[in-house]
């Protein structure tokens, strides 16, 4: 006899190909959903089995009843403690076990008890209480003293349910034969307490479960589940379900659950489990130990290979094991080996770096130069700099905060004094050391995600030995247990679209809000609000599906009346929300205000007041008068910018990331920028598209029939806050004050140094290169820098309507595109830039252009000369280091590009990835890639000096010439069609990718100074070139 029922299945979606489930207990940040759990129900037939002829049993089905009477109540502490006991000796008589340990316990009422907070209602979704590896971990949590013990036996953990009256007809307990569940059925959650993380199983729907429950199950009938064990695989999934005929009509469930381990005599020899046998194995020992270790990978997966990778000394039994494998003789035992090798080293791009190198940022000869006033100045600016660091991580991702505040946390604990720390944690030097790798690689990113790269890294240090680390503090310990799913699961890989498995905290808390979504909200509020300082968050309520765009604002009122909720057509609403990191920014303007005491100009104070009520109100029209006035103050000693800035890690292109820089004027090498900016047009008359009428003296209908002189300035850092620090930037980023008023290009002197020091591109060169390389590669990033940012960024005229009606160009008189040959047809409307239009390309389209410009300049009359006139370098070896060096930059790229989602996670290297392509498809033997398969982790990059004139410069004119025109007249189809073939990763690169992987170094982390303000007095505060020197930094910053 069946009957029929719904179920709570997982929901069958596409987040959980990347994204773990979970459920957290306890406090929980706001800015952390406390689940992400969605289930469907399926309608399944569930059999009784009092009806059937054949006996259930646990060795068949995973679970069976039994007979066991009690006398216990169960209403006080000491009822069930007496019924704990009394169970424990009933499994150990009836499975002959050695040990039996109770773990947990719960009582479960339909009806809440609110005099017992203990008391929890049923679970309504299909589920095992612990997946393989959460066995494991629950042992050593709660018995660590004997954990190896019993790990080396055969063990299991059960559950022992029955139901606290007779009969049970409310809401009784559905299971599922085991036998009937595949692995691929099954999906690994977290059920994360404060000390503790569970990860427990889900299951997804299939047609072929088998269900059971018992009819009128009685008190005296005993339930035995396994959840798991180590002997076979054997789990049974299971619900609390509704019988459609008694729903309501009986008395309420009320059942008890207590969950034990059940360990055996021991079933492994001490020779197998001594994990440092070697050679002296037989070969019977060789094969039970390959079957051994292949079942732990079976059931543990990717967490027990992650753990392997990280701490061979572990698991050195294993990594033994795999050189006997690998000289075996059995060819399906090798075949194996090869593809755990393969998943593992997949895994290692994961982690951060190890040992990454620290380097200061040099400036204190520069900030000496600086009077008392601009030094007060610098003071707060860095100060308002800093305070926006949390808003970059809380665009970063949800848990990037938090993993901020367990380093801080942990620093606190132990006064900086990491190696008593990890003395009173049990660790080992390895193991500390690897902590610090992660927590200085997340503070220099501002998050558990690449700046540069987007893409996830995860520690090195096993997780067991990070609690350990934690459980010294209290505090430390429950923020650990909050961000250790999101520490050390893998997914989301990179940043991107929600729904595509991507992590992007622009969009918070909305795993299911689309890109057809985002790009209609952002079509209906573009022309009435920009969106550079949203974030937006899908909810669906009990009136239909809402947007609320968050902007980013002290004030929670709207910053102009007129900004009304909108109304899309499919009838949803966007709600328009102020105050979104109000905190934050509440705390900058204090530091502005004090900053502006100390205001060096009128220019500065004006700036200073509009940024100040930029962030109070969010008002983007209020960003870019700041702007002006900032742009207006020229060339001051200390300088600064602030604001949401780039829209680089928004998978839409359009939401800017915070970023605040402070910095100390480089007078060599303004002096050099300046002569560029002077001759900026001389320049740009050398471009494709310019450079017409019968002088060649004519800028043509692709540039503003003026070009407005850019400030070009070096600087040396004192503090740039962002998720990553790089060598230039060029501001403002508003196409209409670049065209009215121009645009300031900076390049951080100290952070440009600190580039050339690397030496990574040598491992691209042939040898006969390196020498060449290494005595032009300053000057060449030096030009190529400069004509990148003051040309590349500047230059060309974008077809827009500025005004109703009105517009940059004569409609009337539309040039020809010199590609088709037409009439221009297209422009840029109201609200609308090269953002809005090429979507989450438009960044890299741009920085591709840019680039490219810059060295197709490089080649240009006097460039040498303009920039570097004391220079006895050779200006045709100068050029081909240029394109070499673009090339070893472009190769090193694919580094960022993820395989399986098919996508870049950095503009930058999208872009030099580009230019890589053009030169290589120039053709005439211009640039070729060598790879021998004989050497598969060797790669080199061949280039003829030679062609660069004849074939490597036209290629890479015409390039720009079709990016640059398809930019300027919004030819988006033709644009995004050149620049995502041109980008596009095929096979043969993806076997580069491979070879740039196997002889990677870990990226250069930066430790900025601070600044002290005693008595009157500021002073440079610096930090040494380590690790802990630069957690120090972020420590001295107070941002707790």
């Not at 469907?40 to 646990?58: E, W």
């Amino acid at each position: 006899m069946a009957i029929t029922s719904n179920l709570n299945y997982l929901a069958p979606i596409v987040l959980w190909e990347e994204t773990k489930p979970y459920e957290i207990t306890g406090n929980v940040s706001a800015e952390i959903p406390r689940t992400n759990f969605q289930f469907q129900p399926y309608a399944v037939a569930i059999k009784d089995t009092r009806a059937l002829k054949d006996g259930i049993s646990l060795s068949t089905h995973g679970f069976e009843w039994v007979s066991h009477e009690t006398v216990e109540d169960f209403k006080t502490d000491e009822s069930v403690n007496r019924y704990i006991k009394e169970l424990e000796g009933f499994v150990k008589d009836y499975f002959n076990a050695e040990k039996v340990l109770t773990f947990q316990y719960q009582v479960r009422k339909r009806q809440p008890d609110p005099l017992d907070p203990r008391i929890r209602p049923p679970s309504n979704f299909v589920h095992v209480d612990v997946s393989p590896g959460g066995a494991e971990a629950r042992i050593r949590f709660n018995y660590p003293e004997m954990a190896d013990e019993l790990l080396r036996r055969r063990y299991a953990l059960l559950s022992l349910w029955r139901p606290l009256f007779s009969p049970l007809r409310d809401y009784p307990l559905a299971l599922c034969d085991a036998r009937s569940v595949q692995d691929s059925d099954l999906v690994e959650s977290d059920y994360i307490y404060p000390n503790f993380v569970s990860e427990s199983l889900l299951l997804k729907h299939s047609p072929k479960h088998d269900w059971f429950y018992l009819s009128d199950q009685r008190k005296e009938e005993l339930l035995i589940i396994t959840n798991y064990d180590s002997a076979f695989k054997r789990r049974t999934p299971h619900t609390g379900f509704e019988l459609a005929d008694t729903a309501g009509k009986t008395k309420a469930r009320e059942s008890i659950e207590v969950k034990v381990v059940k360990a055996m005599k021991l079933w492994i020899t001490g020779a197998l489990a001594d994990e440092k046998v070697g050679s002296s194995l037989t070969d019977g020992h060789c094969l039970n130990m390959c079957l051994l270790v292949i079942a732990i990978t079976y059931f543990r997966r990717r967490v027990y290979i992650r753990l392997a990778m990280r701490r061979e000394c572990d698991y050195g039994g294993i990594i033994i094991l795999f050189n006997i494998i690998r000289s075996s003789s059995f060819p399906h035992f090798k075949l194996w080996f090869q593809n755990f090798a393969s998943i593992s080293m997949k895994i290692t791009e994961e982690y951060c770096g190890l040992e990454p190198p620290v380097q200061k940022l040099e400036i204190r000869e520069a900030y000496e130069q600086l009077s008392t006033q601009e030094k007060c100045y610098a003071h707060y600016m860095r100060e308002a700099a800093f305070h926006g660091s949390r808003i970059i991580m809380r665009q970063v991702s949800p848990e990037s905060e938090t993993i901020f505040n367990l380093i801080i946390q942990l620093w606190r604990t132990c006064d900086g004094d990491w190696a008593s720390l990890a003395m009173r944690a049990s660790l080992d030097e390895q193991a500390i050391s690897q902590f610090l790798d992660y927590a200085a690689t997340a503070m220099e990113n501002l998050g558990n995600y690449k700046g540069y790269g987007d893409q996830k890294f995860i520690p090195r240090i096993a997780p067991h030995d990070l609690e350990k680390l934690c459980l010294v503090s209290p505090d430390a310990l429950e923020l650990f247990n909050l961000a250790r799913p999101f520490i050390f699961g893998i997914t989301p890989k990179t940043l991107g679209y929600p729904d595509e498995g991507g992590m992007s905290n622009y969009y918070p808390e909305s795993p299911h809000l689309t890109k057809e979504e985002i790009r209609a909200v952002g079509d209906a509020t573009c022309s009435k609000l920009s969106l550079r300082n949203t974030r937006l968050q899908k909810s669906i309520t009990e009136s239909g599906v809402e947007y609320h765009l968050l902007v980013a604002s002290v004030s929670k009122h709207p910053a102009k009346p007129e900004l009304q909720d909108l109304v899309l057509p499919d009838g949803s609403k966007v709600i328009v929300k102020y105050g979104d990191h109000s905190d934050d920014l509440s705390r900058i303007c204090d530091s502005l205000a004090k900053a502006k005491d100390f205001a060096a100009s009128k220019e500065q104070e004006n700036y200073l007041s509009k940024l100040i009520s930029f962030y109070q109100t969010g008002d983007i029209d209020t960003h870019k008068e700041a702007a002006k006035d900032w742009l207006a103050d020229d060339a001051p000693c200390v300088e600064t910018w602030s604001g949401f800035l780039e829209p680089g890690r928004d998978p839409n292109g359009v939401r800017c990331e915070f970023e605040a820089l402070v910095a100390v004027k480089d007078k060599r090498w303004s002096e050099a920028f300046g002569q560029l900016s002077s001759r900026a047009e001389q320049f740009i008359l050398q471009l494709p598209w310019s450079g017409l009428g019968p002088d060649g003296k004519e800028l043509g209908p692709f540039e503003n029939d003026t070009i407005a002189k850019a400030n070009f300035v070096a600087l040396n850092l004192l503090c740039y806050c962002a998720s990553n620090v790089w060598t230039g930037l060029t501001a403002p980023g508003y196409p209409e004050i670049k065209a009215e008023i121009g645009q300031k290009n900076m390049t951080f002197s100290n952070r440009v140094a600190a580039n050339n020091a690397s030496g990574q591109e040598h491992r691209f060169l042939n040898p006969v290169d390196v020498e060449l390389f290494e005595a032009n590669r300053s000057l060449c990033f030096f030009l190529q820098l400069a004509l990148h940012e003051l040309i590349g960024h500047s230059c060309g005229k974008l077809f827009q309507e500025t005004e109703s009606g009105y517009f940059n160009f004569d409609p009337h008189k539309m040039p020809k595109n010199p590609f088709t040959g037409k009439p221009v047809e297209s422009w840029y409307g109201l609200g609308e830039t090269p953002e809005t239009a090429f979507g989450g390309i438009a960044t890299a389209y741009i920085e591709c252009l840019a680039e490219g410009i810059g060295l197709y300049l490089m080649s240009a009359d006097d460039v040498l000369g303009t920039l570097a006139p004391d220079t006895t370098s050779n200006i045709d070896e100068v050029v081909y280091i240029g394109y070499l060096s673009i090339a070893c930059m472009g190769l090193r790229a694919l580094l960022s590009y993820n395989p399986g989602t098919k996508k870049w996670g950095q503009v930058h290297d999208q872009a030099r990835f580009g230019l890589l392509k053009c030169f290589l498809n120039a053709g005439h033997g211009f640039a070729t890639i060598e790879h021998a398969t004989e050497e598969p982790n060797s790669v080199k990059i061949v280039m003829s000096r030679e062609k660069i004139a004849a074939v490597g410069r036209p290629a890479l004119g015409s390039l720009i010439h079709e990016l640059h025109i398809a930019r300027c007249t919004k030819s988006v189809e033709e644009g995004s069609d050149l620049f995502e073939n041109l980008t596009a990763v095929d096979e043969v690169a993806l076997r580069w990718r491979a070879a740039v992987e196997a002889t990677k170094g870990p990226r250069t982390l930066f430790v900025h100074p601070n600044t002290k303000l005693e008595n009157g007095i500021v002073s440079l505060v610096e930090y040494p070139e380590t690790k802990q020197g630069l957690i120090q930094s972020w420590v001295d910053r107070q941002l707790w």
